[in-house]
């Protein structure tokens, strides 16, 4: 007998299937039969691949709302910042990129409404196009994003010198766990201030921009050192090394502007004068 390999219809002899008309040859039953082979590989991958894009996915969603429920209870209680070092590490880090990825696009999207403003004036007086040029974004954004990035820098290592100074264990991983859990509220001005940016308002974006920058540069590092001066229980002169901390962070951020943002200032006015 003679199975069919289609529709497993049994003959006694023949060519061809009389229900079916498939091929009925010993090459052609060889040939059938392996293809459904990748088919089930084919449907095994379909169904496995999901599953760890699920897992990453179900990763990352609880990532973000751990974050958040830890940012909120800042907000509401800037102190709890103060409760854990190294366990803040991954929250540190990601205010710290919050904190500057905000702060450049505030500006950068206040100089760009005010360019576009200016242009789309002139672009009606002379022609049409000239209101829709934009700034150019990487040339303007990514220095200002290496400024700050520098300005927090330059924080943390004063705070971190100055707790060193009181010859106590401290690593530079526990500094930014704690000083960028600490500026999470200056994070969500400078969140703020992209609104006011888009919004081309000066004051209110250099405001909120200015106050997160000056508290952040010379006030924070002078709180994480007095409050870490306070826990180690040692009789230390707090307020020295507290003040010493802060003024650091001012001289750094002062050798940063003379050496880095003035050029830059001058590089934006060459820009304004090719548009």
């Not at 006011?196 to 952040?216: K, M, N, R």
């Not at 006030?219 to 003024?247: C, E, H, Q, T």
Request: proline share 4%; with cysteine.
């Amino acid at each position: 007998m003679i199975t069919c390999p289609q529709c497993n219809t049994q003959q006694e002899s023949g060519k061809f299937c009389g229900s079916c008309g498939a091929d009925l040859s010993p090459q052609a039953s060889d040939f059938a039969q392996p293809s459904a082979k990748p088919e089930v590989a084919a449907a095994a991958s379909a169904q496995s691949q999901p599953v760890y894009t699920n897992e990453n996915l179900n990763k990352a969603k609880e990532g973000v709302s751990k974050y958040w429920n830890f940012a909120l209870d800042v907000l509401k209680r800037p102190s709890a910042a103060l409760t854990g070092n190294e366990t803040h590490f991954t929250n540190g880090l990601i205010t710290i990129a919050v904190y500057v990825v905000a702060f450049s696009l505030s500006l950068y999207f206040l100089a760009n409404k005010l360019f576009k403003t200016m242009m789309g004036g002139f672009g009606s007086a002379f022609g049409e196009g000239m209101g829709a040029k934009s700034l150019p974004f990487f040339d303007i954004a990514s220095p200002i994003f290496m400024f700050v990035l520098l300005f927090i820098a330059g924080a943390m290592l004063s705070s971190f010198a100055a707790i060193k100074m009181m010859s106590e264990p401290l690593s530079f991983k526990g500094i930014i766990g704690q000083f960028g859990s600490i500026i999470i509220p200056f994070a969500a001005m400078n969140v703020i201030a992209i609104i006011f940016g888009l919004a081309g308002s000066i004051q209110l974006t250099l405001l909120l921009t200015g106050l997160s920058l000056l508290f952040t540069t010379f006030i924070m590092p002078a709180i994480v050192v007095y409050d870490f001066s306070l826990k180690i229980g040692k009789p230390v002169n707090r307020v020295y090394w507290s003040v010493g901390a802060s003024a650091l962070s001012m001289l750094i951020a002062y050798l940063v502007v003379r050496t880095s943002v003035l050029s830059f200032i001058e590089d934006m006015e060459q820009i304004m004068n090719i548009f």
